[in-house]
């Protein structure tokens, strides 16, 4: 009898861990984990910003408030910034073009309204505006997207309608469109001067974004708190996860670095090479890179009759390590992309068919032979006519990271006979460098925060004096025709036209060679906490503030529910 109760006892046993182990499996199978609403994300940011009012905003701190707190008619789309097209509606669900391409007309969402719950209508568009254009406000101090709307005209058809007739054809308009709207209802009677010290720009802004400023006192903050705005017209399909963003404010990278480090705060973008590989040994902290619109450089000014000489640029980009110096652990350690172009990989418009600078130093010689240089007198560096192949390579001073490179640079050079001196320039000095080309070769870093990737202000002949940008001095008059035709072309039907049209420019570049495109640097973003979730970054980043394209989702917390 005692050994049936046992047999049975095992039976039920092996029953029980039969259903158990079933049950289980079922459960597996029948719960998922998916993201749930709540929680926050708080984020080291290196400066803090000295102004809330996005028509003021050029720091990183103040564009990245911009963009979260403030909307503009149209904005980055969210799949890739430098997709085709890049554009997408914002406060303007849809918007009408001209055979011209010189009016536009924005029709807005019914449903946008400002963080104090009143409608967005035309009156703000028109005062952000007229308000942009005010000569009372320097323009030291405006957004960079404030010079294409100077010549502007804009109207008023009716509360949900807006028309903007420029003064010519301007194809990357729809870029300058992300122009922040604030409310007239609110700032109407600030006077434009005063604009800059109003609550609304020191600590109280009222924005149209998905997240709004929590309120505080006024002062200096080491942190700004950024709840989730469940009015905004495209939280009605979709509410971002998070319930608050933190931003919080660093001195200086190293001590951001830190933070993320300590896990007082969940992430950072823009991390140091140096850092990102000490970061990078930790296995709980993820590393998400894409390029950065951009590019580092060794400008040729045109203006210095060695460097005009063809052979010597086609001999200096070839003893040009490239790879070398992307891959050198002082240098970018890995982070970046050999350059090619002035306008960069993930851009619609950049030329993939364009091939890739060869590092040849041997070939680099038989140029310079060919052409005349050599070493007639056995001190080792080339010479022609009595005059050496000896100039200065310019970097700034205060950045380390260049002034290595610029060292490096020199070397491979100075193998294949080309003697350099490098100069280090004040960082204080810089502009007035830039301004009056003072220089006979630079090694500077660019970068193009810009949505369209029009080059004219950098590369047109019409620019070769200050203020213009064009630092090299390149002159090329079928370049410049290229570049008109581009700005002319039509925003929309016109893209393909563009593009050719830009891929013809780069060829013209890469044979003339004004500059001496080194690397396209990645931006780099960490993310210190595992719980944090669906982070990601788009192809291109055009500006910092890109990071934060997916953040509607992004998550902090999870939850099981049952089903698929």
Same mark, same amino acid.
């Not at 705060?265 to 590989?277: E, I, K, N, W, Y």
């Given at each position: 009898?005692?050994?049936?109760?046992?047999?049975?006892?095992?039976?039920?046993?092996?029953?029980?861990?039969?259903?158990?182990?079933?049950?289980?499996?079922?459960?597996?199978?029948?719960?998922?984990?998916? %993201?749930?609403?709540?929680?926050? @994300?708080?984020?080291?940011? #290196?400066?803090?910003?000295?102004?809330?009012?996005?028509?003021?905003?050029?720091?990183?701190?103040?564009?990245?408030?911009?963009?979260?707190?403030?909307? /503009?008619?149209?904005?980055?789309?969210?799949?890739?910034?430098?997709?085709?097209?890049?554009?997408?509606?914002?406060?303007?669900?849809?918007?009408?073009?001209?055979?011209?391409?010189?009016?536009?007309?924005?029709?807005?969402?019914?449903?946008?309204?400002?963080?104090?719950?009143?409608?967005?209508?035309?009156?703000?568009?028109?005062?952000?505006?007229?308000?942009?254009?005010?000569?009372?406000?320097?323009?030291?101090?405006?957004?960079? &997207?404030?010079?294409?709307?100077?010549?502007?005209?804009?109207?008023?058809?009716?509360?949900?309608?807006?028309?903007?007739? &420029?003064?010519?054809? @301007?194809?990357?308009?729809?870029?300058?469109?992300?122009?922040?709207?604030?409310?007239?209802?609110?700032?109407?009677?600030?006077?434009?001067?005063?604009?800059?010290?109003?609550?609304?720009?020191?600590?109280?802004?009222?924005?149209?974004?998905?997240?709004?400023?929590?309120?505080?006192?006024? /002062?200096?903050?080491?942190?700004?708190?950024?709840?989730?705005?469940?009015?905004?017209?495209?939280?009605?399909?979709? $509410?971002?996860?998070?319930?608050?963003?933190?931003?919080?404010?660093?001195?200086?990278?190293?001590?951001?670095?830190?933070?993320?480090?300590?896990?007082? #705060?969940?992430?950072?973008?823009?991390?140091?090479?140096?850092?990102?590989?000490?970061?990078?040994?930790?296995?709980?902290?993820?590393?998400?890179?894409?390029?950065?619109?951009?590019?580092?450089?060794?400008?040729?000014?045109?203006?210095?009759?060695?460097?005009?000489?063809?052979?010597?640029?086609?001999?200096?980009?070839?003893?040009?390590?490239?790879?070398?110096?992307?891959?050198?652990?002082?240098?970018?350690?890995?982070?970046?992309?050999?350059?090619?172009?002035?306008?960069?990989?993930?851009?619609?418009?950049?030329?993939?068919?364009?091939?890739?600078?060869?590092?040849?130093?041997?070939?680099?010689?038989?140029?310079?032979?060919?052409?005349?240089?050599?070493?007639?007198?056995?001190?080792?560096?080339?010479?022609?006519?009595?005059?050496?192949?000896?100039?200065?390579?310019?970097?700034?001073?205060?950045?380390?990271?260049?002034?290595?490179?610029?060292?490096?640079?020199?070397? /491979?050079?100075?193998?294949?006979?080309?003697?350099?001196? #490098?100069?280090?320039? $004040?960082?204080?000095?810089?502009?007035?460098?830039?301004?009056?080309?003072?220089?006979?070769?630079?090694?500077?870093?660019?970068?193009?925060?810009?949505?369209?990737?029009?080059?004219?202000?950098?590369?047109?002949?019409?620019?070769?004096?200050? %203020?213009?940008?064009?630092?090299?001095?390149?002159?090329?008059?079928?370049?410049?025709?290229?570049?008109?035709?581009?700005?002319?072309?039509?925003?929309?039907?016109?893209?393909?036209?563009?593009?050719? &049209?830009?891929?013809?420019?780069?060829?013209?570049?890469?044979?003339?060679?004004?500059?001496?495109?080194?690397?396209?640097?990645?931006?780099?973003?960490?993310?210190?906490?595992?719980?944090?979730?669906?982070?990601?970054?788009?192809?291109?980043?055009?500006?910092?503030?890109?990071?934060?394209?997916?953040?509607?989702?992004?998550?902090?917390?999870?939850?099981?529910?049952?089903?698929?």
């Amino acid at each position: 009898m005692l050994n049936q109760t046992r047999w049975q006892a095992a039976l039920a046993g092996i029953g029980v861990l039969i259903i158990g182990t079933v049950l289980y499996l079922v459960s597996r199978q029948a719960f998922t984990e998916r %993201p749930a609403r709540g929680g926050e @994300y708080v984020e080291a940011i #290196v400066g803090a910003p000295q102004t809330y009012n996005p028509l003021l905003a050029r720091t990183d701190a103040e564009l990245v408030l911009a963009r979260l707190l403030f909307s /503009g008619l149209t904005r980055p789309a969210a799949g890739s910034a430098g997709g085709n097209p890049p554009i997408e509606g914002d406060l303007a669900e849809r918007w009408d073009v001209s055979e011209d391409a010189r009016t536009y007309t924005f029709h807005l969402r019914e449903g946008a309204r400002w963080h104090d719950d009143q409608p967005v209508t035309a009156d703000d568009v028109v005062f952000t505006v007229k308000l942009i254009q005010d000569p009372a406000i320097p323009d030291i101090q405006k957004t960079r &997207l404030a010079g294409a709307w100077q010549k502007a005209t804009v109207e008023k058809v009716d509360d949900r309608t807006v028309r903007v007739v &420029l003064a010519e054809a @301007y194809a990357p308009f729809l870029s300058a469109a992300m122009l922040s709207i604030v409310p007239a209802h609110i700032l109407a009677e600030v006077p434009p001067e005063q604009l800059a010290l109003d609550r609304f720009s020191t600590f109280a802004p009222v924005g149209s974004g998905r997240f709004r400023l929590a309120p505080r006192d006024g /002062g200096a903050a080491s942190e700004d708190r950024l709840m989730r705005f469940d009015q905004h017209w495209a939280n009605q399909g979709k $509410q971002p996860y998070l319930d608050t963003v933190v931003l919080r404010y660093f001195e200086t990278p190293e001590e951001a670095v830190g933070a993320v480090g300590r896990r007082e #705060v969940q992430g950072m973008g823009r991390v140091p090479p140096d850092a990102l590989d000490r970061l990078a040994n930790d296995d709980r902290i993820r590393v998400i890179e894409a390029l950065q619109s951009g590019y580092t450089a060794i400008y040729l000014n045109a203006s210095d009759p060695l460097l005009r000489n063809a052979s010597v640029r086609q001999a200096l980009s070839l003893a040009l390590d490239r790879d070398g110096l992307i891959q050198a652990k002082t240098l970018l350690g890995g982070h970046g992309v050999k350059g090619t172009s002035p306008i960069p990989p993930g851009s619609w418009a950049h030329n993939d068919a364009l091939p890739q600078p060869e590092f040849d130093p041997a070939k680099a010689a038989e140029v310079l032979d060919e052409a005349g240089w050599v070493d007639s007198d056995g001190d080792e560096i080339r010479d022609r006519d009595g005059q050496p192949l000896h100039f200065t390579l310019s970097v700034r001073g205060d950045n380390p990271l260049l002034v290595d490179m610029a060292g490096q640079v020199q070397k /491979g050079w100075r193998a294949v006979g080309i003697q350099v001196d #490098v100069q280090e320039i $004040q960082g204080a000095n810089l502009a007035a460098t830039l301004g009056t080309r003072a220089f006979s070769a630079l090694l500077f870093s660019v970068e193009l925060p810009y949505y369209d990737p029009d080059p004219y202000a950098l590369w047109h002949s019409s620019q070769i004096t200050a %203020p213009g940008q064009n630092y090299a001095g390149f002159n090329s008059p079928d370049a410049d025709q290229l570049l008109v035709d581009a700005r002319r072309a039509h925003p929309i039907q016109g893209q393909p036209e563009r593009r050719e &049209l830009y891929n013809r420019f780069q060829v013209i570049f890469a044979e003339q060679l004004p500059a001496l495109i080194i690397a396209y640097p990645a931006y780099t973003y960490v993310v210190a906490d595992p719980a944090i979730g669906n982070v990601q970054l788009p192809s291109l980043v055009v500006q910092p503030a890109d990071r934060f394209l997916s953040l509607p989702d992004w998550y902090a917390r999870t939850e099981r529910v049952f089903g698929r």
